[in-house]
């Protein structure tokens, strides 16, 4: 989930919302106890948003510095900073009114310390589940982002300077390398599920490295598109056809792996985001194209627009869903249906993200408005 509107208005890549919107179906899904696709929603949404972010900044020279990059990484997510917030004690209140018979006197500091962590957006670097997972669970993203977006103007600058798409791929190679070194360091010291998650799902160092590959991918394109690579004709197109067809093809059967924690790469080590990283970096590459029948497909009206509040609606649609388990979910045989569920949900999430777009939409033109 990239927090970056300003792309889908400049470069006129609609498929790219497009594929934002798959993503985020995705974890949607997982999270509705449809399908268990959220760990390939996040690999995603982190290739994606390295992706876009080269593209929104490559023509910029940005500032850095600590100072600087901490204001550049603020404002980045500083509009879902408030829904943040909001889900957060939304969260908070239905977990008291959960457990409220349970919570003893010298246990409200458990409370303090997750909305402190959650507040600060500092969750994701603590190796415990019940803290990054903490009252709006999907929060640590956010929590992630921060630092990413803090290491971007850092980046770009180096990636800017590559002189070669070969070199590009060596440096991809070798933060591939760096990943896989912490997976196998966390498998020799036996890290429990809990940890190996944190190690290698959550901690924003490592996904640094997904962010990273996405940048370079956005290197490498718009490279090919200034030196006209991409073809239109029928032969590239049923080529790039055939290519998505057999990437749909191998992320069913790395679903599978993960599913069923099948070898090395099905492991609590490495499935989390090593199992998905590859297939990511193609999938974004073909959607960024184009050019096949499954992206254009996938590139529609419906589509695009629920890529655009993606945002909004993974910050709130855990919330929605708790909600619903806890008030509604048993309360009758329709209503504890899995694909009633899901619509209902994901019906009122799309409501939701709509009306905090909107307002977005107009708080922004009121301060264009301001300064003309």
């Known amino acids: 989930m990239s927090t970056n509107s300003t792309v889908a208005n400049n470069s006129k890549i609609t498929s790219i919302q497009a594929l934002r919107a798959c993503a985020f179906i995705g974890i949607f899904a997982s999270h509705a106890e449809m399908l268990p696709l959220g760990a390939w929603g996040v690999s995603i949404f982190l290739v994606l948003s390295g992706f876009i972010m080269f593209y929104a900044y490559t023509g910029r020279d940005l500032e850095t510095g600590v100072e600087k990059n901490i204001m550049f990484s603020i404002k980045k997510i500083k509009r879902l900073y408030l829904p943040h917030i909001i889900t957060m004690i939304l969260a908070l209140a239905i977990e008291v009114y959960m457990f409220f018979q349970y919570i003893a006197p010298e246990n409200a500091r458990d409370f303090y310390e997750r909305v402190v962590l959650n507040v600060f957006l500092v969750q994701s670097w603590i190796p415990d589940q019940y803290m990054y997972f903490s009252l709006n669970g999907v929060s640590w ?158 590139t529609n009206k419906f589509m695009i627009y629920i890529g655009e509040i993606s945002a909004y609606g993974f910050i709130v649609h855990m919330v929605i869903i708790r909600y619903y388990n806890e008030f509604l979910y048993k309360k009758h045989f329709i209503l504890s249906n899995n694909f009633v569920r899901f619509g209902i949900c994901f019906g009122f999430t799309i409501l939701v993200s709509h009306i905090l777009n909107d307002l977005s939409t107009k708080k922004n033109k009121i301060k264009i408005e301001a300064n003309v």
């Open 141 to 298: 993203y956010l929590s992630t982002c921060l630092f990413l977006y803090f290491m971007f103007p850092y980046i770009i600058k180096r990636v800017k300077e590559y002189d070669s798409i070969f070199y590009s791929f060596i440096k991809v190679a070798a933060v591939l390398c760096l990943q896989i070194f912490g997976s196998i360091v966390l498998k020799k010291f036996n890290a429990t599920e809990e940890v190996a998650k944190w190690g290698t799902y959550i901690l924003p160092i490592y996904r640094l490295g997904d962010f990273y590959i996405g940048m370079v991918l956005g290197y490498i394109f718009f490279n090919g598109k200034k030196k006209s690579v991409f073809s239109d004709s029928s032969y590239f197109v049923i080529l790039i056809t055939i290519i998505e067809i057999i990437t749909v093809g191998l992320n069913v059967i790395i679903q599978r792996v993960y599913n069923e924690s099948i070898g090395i790469f099905g492991s609590i080590y490495f499935k989390f985001t090593l199992l998905y990283t590859p297939l990511s970096v193609i999938i974004v590459y073909l959607f960024a194209l184009n050019k096949g029948i499954i992206s254009k497909i996938l």
